[in-house]
């Protein structure tokens, strides 16, 4: 079975700075995809970036970026530029891309992040 | 576009009461769908799947149920609630091998007491 760990329950930022979250996880396989969800005080779960583990060139999406080492599966979170509205709970995902259970997600436990202004 | 909707937004519930919790998609055919709960303070713990009318898969033993009698429409019941079956509740879908994305239904919060 595949394991995310995310080892910081709460992190936060000065507002226009550049935080990091962590992500680990566990598994044997070798096709899957990682995700990572923003679910602000309104509590929807939104997409923020994902990642092909087959892919070596790094995700981006405007200040997201991930720093995905698939030798030490790891896959952290970067958001540049910090703003007030990024302050919310980011999941880490791990989905298998194929055989039984793929199109399933396991998620992390959250960090919490709050923006500071 | 596709939307995806829950309904109701919150619910409190007694104890040993039925439940029916409602997600519909629009905008696309055929799409995978899911039921997620979400404890206090924890992660997103997945409880059914459906790839299509009729098929569902569980992947934790437990009071509850699913249904998907439409190709968007995926139903969370139970015959009686247990206190441990609040949580807030959110219903995704995906397009399977086209996508392997999936996206969030604003949830429903339901409290039983």
């Known amino acids: 079975a595949q394991t995310v760990t995310q080892s910081q329950p709460e992190m936060s930022v000065q507002e226009a700075e550049t935080v990091t979250l962590s992500c680990t996880y566990d598994t044997s396989e070798s096709n899957y995809y990682l995700f990572w969800y923003k679910q602000p005080p309104s509590r929807q779960m939104i997409l923020v970036i994902r990642q092909e583990a087959y892919k070596q060139q790094n995700a981006t999406e405007n200040r997201f970026s991930v720093n995905f080492q698939k030798a030490a599966k790891s896959f952290s979170l970067k958001i540049s530029d910090s703003q007030l509205g990024d302050t919310a709970m980011y999941f880490c995902?791990?989905?298998?891309?194929?055989?039984?259970?793929?199109?399933?997600?396991?998620f992390g436990k959250g960090t919490k992040l709050s923006v500071i202004p | 576009s596709q939307t995806i909707h829950q309904w109701p937004a919150t619910l409190v519930q007694p104890v040993g009461s039925p439940l029916s919790l409602e997600c519909t998609v629009e905008g696309t055919s055929n799409p995978n769908l899911y039921w997620y709960r979400q404890a206090a303070g924890r992660g997103l713990q997945l409880l059914f799947y459906s790839v299509g009318i009729g098929q569902i898969s569980s992947e934790v033993p437990q009071n509850l149920s699913a249904s998907r009698p439409q190709d968007r429409q995926f139903i969370l019941s139970s015959k009686k609630l247990l206190l441990s079956d609040s949580g807030f509740y959110l219903c995704a879908w995906s397009l399977g091998s086209l996508t392997y994305e999936q996206y969030f239904g604003p949830g429903t919060r339901l409290t039983v007491t």
């Open positions: 995902a791990f989905m298998r891309g194929s055989g039984a259970g793929s199109y399933q997600l396991t």
